[in-house]
């Protein structure tokens, strides 16, 4: 596959990238972003929940996909991530790893099913590998999961680690408010980050947290950070694929960039198909068989 004529070559020291342009004959694997911290390369990730849209970023030369429990709120109709389950997870997965040949597949445990003790967690991640042929798993939480994410990296499942607005504690935090304010609240922040680099993580979310302090957890972990409502001073970005297409309807978070309005394309293009049935235009000869 070859680099998109946008990616850079080189990183602002002059080396050259691992991850746009350097890795393309084969998957991305968490070696590569360590290389790409270790180098100062800021990649990107989205999320992925089908092959068809996975093939799409994959081809567009996305490192790193995540098939995120977000899935519940983009594609299965919950209000929230907390329904979703370990068979539809597993689904979902597969899926995204069928469509794409390049892109390190990172799948989410969702909640309930690493909680209970880092034995139902390996027992869950090994599914997510086993079954559904991905590259690693995100667990959210800071030193709470600091174990689980151990008993995990010791079986040699790779995890990224997820800390500031954990959206599985919804419930918990009263809705989905910026995490790490406050002296007490940002060394907290601090600790969960140290926690899950000892405990093994390969890279840690930091999510709805102050630009500043996530600026100081880039710089003092040795993991890339991947930031989503945390500045531009993390290694990586990710955003939630429905979001930053502009297919979510209604208000979208503060941190979201609308990169296309496929909402609006696709209800045209629906709303001409439906006119063209009505008027009798559609099937056209072209479109028929003699």
């Known amino acids: 596959m070859n680099a998109s004529p946008l990616s850079p070559a080189q990183t602002q020291d002059g080396t050259p990238t691992v991850l746009y342009g350097g890795v393309t004959n084969r998957r991305v694997t968490v070696r590569d972003l360590a290389k790409a911290k270790q180098h100062g390369e800021r990649w990107a990730m989205l999320t992925a929940y089908d092959a068809l849209t996975a093939g799409v970023f994959d081809e567009a030369d996305i490192p790193v996909l995540l098939v995120g429990d977000s899935a519940g709120n983009c594609h299965l109709g919950y209000e929230t991530t907390v329904p979703v389950t370990m068979d539809q997870m597993v689904m979902l997965s597969a899926a995204v790893v069928r469509g794409t040949k390049r892109a390190l597949i990172v799948a989410d445990l969702p909640f309930g099913s690493y909680q209970e003790s880092p034995a139902q967690a390996l027992h869950n991640a090994a599914r997510l590998l086993k079954e559904a042929g991905v590259g690693a798993v995100k667990l959210e939480g800071g030193e709470r999961s600091a174990r689980a994410i151990e008993l995990l990296v010791e079986a040699g499942i790779p995890v990224m680690a997820h800390i500031g607005l954990t959206p599985q504690s919804v419930h918990a935090f009263g809705g989905y408010p910026v995490q790490g304010r406050g002296d007490e609240a940002a060394h907290q922040l601090l600790r969960d980050a140290k926690a899950v680099q000892q405990a093994g993580a390969f890279a840690v979310v930091l999510e709805a947290v102050p630009a ?41 978070p503060k941190f979201v960039k609308q990169y296309a309005n496929l909402r609006a394309v696709l209800g045209d293009a629906a709303r001409e198909f439906a006119a063209e049935v009505g008027a009798g235009t559609f099937p056209a000869p072209e479109h028929t068989f003699k």
């Open 212 to 252: 500043e302090l996530a600026a100081q957890v880039t710089e003092q972990l040795a993991i890339p950070t991947v930031g989503i409502g945390a500045g531009v001073n993390c290694d990586a970005q990710v955003l939630v694929w429905t979001d930053f297409a502009g297919m979510t309807a209604g208000r979208v």
